[in-house]
């Protein structure tokens, strides 16, 4: 039987697994966090995708998430709303996985 290589996320998850699943911060708010600051610019660049940058805005009732990419030179952007900016990336980051994210061209990019 193989072994699971070791690589840089699976011992990021490793310590994940320390963190208590209820608390201030959860378990999974804290893994959502960890693999958009550490992990997605590799998963978008392995899609064929150049992270831009992204934006947060608080619209009172939810949040708007605006990520912005390129793709073979052309710069375009996804639209996420949820309640918090947490919410937005968990969104995004199951829309990624599942491949429905909805790009559109970046009118002011």
Not at 9 to 17: P, S, Y
Not at 33 to 46: G, K, P, S, Y
Request: charged residues 30%.
């Amino acid at each position: 039987m193989a072994e699971t290589p070791i690589t840089y996320w699976n011992l990021v998850e490793d310590v994940l697994e320390s963190i208590p699943e209820e608390g201030p911060l959860q378990r999974e708010q804290v893994r959502i966090w960890a693999r958009w600051e550490l992990h997605l610019v590799n998963q978008l660049e392995q899609r064929g995708f150049y992270y831009r940058g992204e934006s947060v805005k608080d619209q009172g009732w939810s949040t708007l998430l605006v990520v912005k990419v390129a793709h073979e030179g052309t710069p375009l952007v996804v639209f996420v709303t949820e309640r918090t900016p947490t919410d937005c990336r968990r969104a995004f980051l199951r829309m990624m996985d599942e491949g429905r994210l909805e790009f559109r061209e970046d009118k002011f990019g």
